[in-house]
Structures are given as structure tokens and as C-alpha cells.
């Protein structure tokens, strides 16, 4: 079955600990991004990564952090650097190039994972 | 700098009205924009992009460059459209990142 999973589905932290969010996909896809989601802010980018072992921080990457070691595979930690955690974090990925070698831009989002800081 | 806006957080429209999402953009270059949809309890999906130039589900978007604008319209609205919307927009011939909008819930009225 392809595609791209999140897990936990659920999370609940207690304040001052790290946290890691799994994603992966079986897409084949280069690039992956994080997103977080916020009643209404939208989808605001965190990190993303175009190939393995590189990444680049997007809007909002202070106080997470990213791995890219696998082309399948982009866990985000939240630290507890992060001053308002709590939201619903969602991952993407997308190919590099479509069939005529053109930046193929669509994305593919998982299920997403809903974090709560006690 | 790259700029998507969606001025109505909650659209509120009556089953078989026409629906107008509106989408306004800011961006120098050529752009490739996208409406995403993310229905209850579903995952975030793209439905349509303007290079595409086609219609799903009824719904359609013609990219405006003159007032920079992308909005996405449908003729009868039905009640399974209910859902929250977001406009996309992504620097044409660059490998590089998606900014969204903000959102608009659509809320179809029986």
C-alpha cells in the first residue's frame, strides 16, 4: 500500500522534553516537507528537505529539528526550545521532477500527527 | 517576497448557490498555483492546479495574472463540499517550497 504515514497519531508531552515525529512514504519522492497547523494560520512550513542528508529550514524552524538519512524517512523533534508545541503537525512529499523533467511541485500530505504539551 | 492570500476564513453558502473562494497572490515571477481541500476527517489533497486547466468535482480556477488573483468557483454548490480550502502557490521551474493561504472553511447550507 503506498503512500505516507505519520505515527503517533496522538501525542502528549510534558513540558521541557524532546519529542520525535515519525513520517514516512513509499512514494519514491526526493523531497519532504513539515507543516504545522494552526486554527486559522494556515499551514506554516517548518523544515524541508529535497534530498537525502541536506535540508533547509522554512518559516518557522526555531526550536525543531530535522534528520534526512533516509530517502523514505524525515523525523521531526520538537525540543523544548519550542515555546507553543502544541498544534497538529503534518508531513508532505513530493517528487522532484515530473515527466519532462520539470520541478513537479504537487504534494502528497500524511494523516498527521495532534501533539499536546501538559 | 512570496505571498498567498485568502481573505474569508468562513465562507458560508447555500446548497445549489455558486461558490466563489477567492485567492490573491503575490509573487514576481511566474507562478504555479495550486487549491488544496481538506475534507472532515481526511487527509490534505490537492484538487486542482492552473496548469492543468481542468475541472474537479465541478470546481474550477482560471489564474488571473493581471489581478494576480486564482479564485476557485463552482457553480451549485453540494453539500459534500463542505470543507476547508487552502490556495498554494509555488515558483514555476524552481524546485522549491509551497506557500499556503490561510484557509477557507466552506460551509454549504442544506
Known amino acids: 500500500d503506498g503512500g505516507i504515514t505519520q505515527s503517533p497519531k496522538y501525542l502528549f508531552r510534558k513540558e521541557g522534553q524532546n519529542v520525535t515525529l515519525s513520517c514516512e512514504q513509499n512514494?519514491?519522492?526526493?523531497?519532504m516537507y513539515w507543516y504545522r497547523q494552526d486554527p486559522g494560520q494556515g499551514l506554516r512550513l517548518i523544515y524541508y528537505?529535497?534530498?537525502?542528508?541536506?535540508?533547509q529550514k522554512g518559516d518557522i524552524a526555531e526550536g525543531y529539528s530535522v534528520s534526512r538519512e533516509k530517502k523514505e524517512s524525515f523525523p521531526l523533534t520538537v525540543t523544548s526550545a519550542q515555546k507553543n508545541p502544541t498544534a497538529f503537525y503534518l508531513c508532505?512529499?513530493?517528487?522532484?521532477?515530473?515527466?519532462?523533467?520539470?520541478?513537479?511541485?504537487?504534494?502528497?500530505f500524511g494523516p498527521g500527527t495532534r501533539l499536546t504539551v501538559l | 517576497a512570496q505571498r498567498v492570500t485568502q481573505p474569508e476564513k468562513l465562507l458560508s453558502v447555500f446548497k445549489g448557490a455558486p461558490v466563489e473562494l477567492k485567492c490573491n497572490y503575490s509573487?514576481?515571477?511566474?507562478?504555479?498555483l495550486f487549491w488544496y481541500v481538506q475534507y472532515s476527517r481526511q487527509r490534505l489533497q490537492l484538487l486542482l492546479r492552473?496548469?492543468s486547466r481542468e475541472s474537479i468535482k465541478g470546481f474550477t480556477a482560471d489564474l488571473n495574472k493581471g489581478e494576480t488573483s486564482f479564485h476557485l468557483k463552482k457553480p451549485f454548490a453540494q453539500e459534500e463540499d463542505s470543507a476547508m480550502y487552502y490556495c498554494?502557490?509555488?515558483?514555476?521551474?524552481?524546485?522549491?517550497?509551497?506557500?499556503f493561504g490561510k484557509g477557507t472553511r466552506l460551509h454549504i447550507l442544506p
Open positions: 509573487y514576481s515571477g511566474s507562478p504555479e
Open positions: 528537505s529535497q534530498i537525502v542528508n541536506d535540508f
Open positions: 492552473h496548469i
Open positions: 498554494a502557490l509555488s515558483a514555476l521551474n524552481r524546485d522549491d517550497k509551497i506557500i
Open positions: 512514494l519514491n519522492h526526493d523531497a
Open positions: 508532505a512529499s513530493s517528487m522532484a521532477l515530473d515527466g519532462r523533467a520539470r520541478p513537479y511541485n504537487e504534494q502528497f
